[in-house]
């Protein structure tokens, strides 16, 4: 009896320890604090530093544009060759050939040049009166338009030679033309009337100023062509 009576106190003081074990394990292992105690003080994290502000980056240097690629240079023209006043006398025979033929007189008549549009005809055994030099009016230059030279501003004296050689035309009023030197017309020019006849030399003077350095002569036609046999650019008087 005594015995069982020190079990059962023995068994109440173990089961009273044991709760009282669970009891304060639950208190410690609990989350939530229990009602009367004081909860732990939260543990202070540290701050986070404070962000270093970033400058934001330089603008970026403009990129200079491309310079435009340089133009393709054309291939240069040859140079054109300055045109050198001649100072007179200066004789030119309207005809062919192309080569110089000296007169009578010994003076030296150039080729044909000067000459606009045209084209050349020539006699080899005509007889041509009024004369000394029948080889110049033998040859001559016909439907021509113009006639220009470079000479040096000044007065000069014009002679055109002319003689009709050709057999289509047989008189008056046949071949009709006007031509003007420097200025100075002449209208209705007829070389059979002028010269009297076919087959004959007449030389027209004219007395003229230049002043833009070349003597011009143009050539209009009216009746058959124009033409003349040769041109002689003398100083004025």
């Not at 544009?65 to 007179?88: E, N, R, Y």
């Not at 050689?165 to 209208?187: A, C, H, Q």
């Not at 050539?219 to 033409?227: A, L, Q």
Request: glycine share 8%; aromatic share 8%; charged share 15%.
């Amino acid at each position: 009896m005594l015995n069982s009576n020190r079990l059962m106190k023995y068994g109440a003081g173990c089961l009273v320890a044991m709760l009282a074990i669970a009891l304060i394990t639950g208190c410690q292992t609990s989350t939530k604090p229990v009602s009367g105690t004081t909860a732990p003080a939260p543990v202070k994290t540290a701050a986070a530093p404070a962000p270093v502000p970033v400058p934001p980056p330089a603008p970026a240097a403009p990129v200079p544009a491309a310079a435009p690629a340089a133009p393709v240079a054309a291939t240069a023209a040859a140079p054109v060759a300055a045109i050198v006043p001649v100072t007179p006398p200066v004789r030119i025979k309207a005809g062919g050939p192309a080569t110089a033929t000296t007169d009578a007189e010994g003076n030296v008549w150039q080729p044909y040049q000067g000459f606009t549009d045209g084209d050349t005809f020539e006699l080899s055994d005509a007889q041509i009166a009024n004369t000394k030099t029948p080889e110049l009016y033998r040859t001559e230059r016909y439907s021509m338009t113009a006639f220009s030279y470079p000479v040096p501003n000044g007065k000069y004296t014009v002679k055109l030679h002319f003689a009709e050689v050709y057999d289509g035309i047989t008189g008056p009023g046949m071949r009709v033309f006007s031509f003007n030197v420097e200025g100075k017309e002449f209208k209705d020019f007829d070389i059979w009337v002028k010269a009297g006849g076919p087959n004959k030399a007449y030389v027209e003077s004219v007395d003229v100023e230049v002043t833009d350095g070349k003597l011009d002569i143009t050539f209009t036609p009216k009746e058959e062509n124009p033409k003349i046999n040769g041109i002689e650019i003398l100083p004025g008087p």
